[in-house]
């Protein structure tokens, strides 16, 4: 199985910061159709997942555009640009380039 | 509007069976693959499998392949998690997305305990 690293685990940061999150992979997400299955999740306190970005890159509807998405092969990153309130939660990085689809192991943003 | 409403869980024996539902409404439910995802009380997310959109083909997780079968029924817009022998580990709650993963669920929650 394709196992994604996610780094950091916590983040604490404060309102109007700007902040990375790594996901990185076991092996190259790739696939042979040309298109890179990476996607980034926002799972708000008591709430199912939100999908940010699906494609390494690109945003999900209605998703904010402080939030991007960059990477290629094997190294992946999150980026947000101004932490709102709103952003807190745990952030998740899969992976359906490979079956099993995997997730990586989350990184919780808390805001001080 | 898109919905996925999950449903079917509870608390369950070792050992017992247990079938998920899934019903998926504003969209074109028969145009989609679907998943089953799960998430421990740890937060731990985990691919279960998925099924073609007209319910031809399947894959699963290695793991949980001899134990679970995903099938669905367009007719009905459902989708199903058969569950069989279960255990302990298999406590979490379970989600539905589409393969697009931009639609999931509330989620559904399953406790194995005696």
């Known amino acids: 199985d394709v196992v994604l690293t996610q780094t950091p685990s916590i983040l604490s940061v404060t309102i109007g910061q700007s902040v990375s999150i790594s996901c990185r992979s076991s092996?190259?997400?790739?696939?042979?159709?040309?298109?890179?299955?990476l996607y980034w999740f926002l799972q708000r306190p008591g709430q199912s997942p939100q999908r940010l970005i699906y494609?390494?890159?690109n945003l999900g509807s209605g998703v904010p555009n402080r939030f991007s998405g960059s990477g290629s092969g094997t190294d992946f990153t999150l980026k947000i640009s101004g932490v709102e309130a709103e952003d807190l939660g745990v952030y998740y990085c899969?992976?359906?380039?490979?079956?099993?689809?995997?997730f990586g192991s989350g990184t919780k943003l808390e805001i001080k | 509007e898109v919905q996925l409403v999950e449903s079917g869980g509870g608390l369950v024996q070792p050992g017992a069976s247990l079938k998920l539902s899934c019903v998926a409404s504003?969209?074109?439910?028969?145009?989609?693959?679907m998943s089953w995802v799960r998430q421990t009380p740890g937060k731990t997310m985990e691919w279960i499998g998925d099924?073609?959109?007209?319910?031809?083909?399947?894959n699963y997780a290695p793991s949980l392949k001899n134990r679970f079968t995903i099938s669905r029924d367009n007719a009905k817009t459902t989708l199903y998690l058969q569950m069989s022998n279960v255990r302990s580990e298999d406590t979490a709650t379970y989600y539905c997305?589409?393969?697009?993963?931009?639609?999931w669920g509330q989620g559904v929650m399953v406790t194995v305990s005696s």
């Open positions: 997305p589409t393969n697009y993963f931009d639609y």
């Open positions: 504003g969209f074109t439910f028969s145009d989609y693959w």
């Open positions: 099924i073609k959109y007209d319910g031809s083909y399947t």
């Open positions: 092996q190259s997400l790739l696939d042979s159709d040309g298109n890179t299955y």
């Open positions: 494609l390494v890159s």
């Open positions: 899969m992976q359906a380039t490979h079956a099993p689809f995997t």
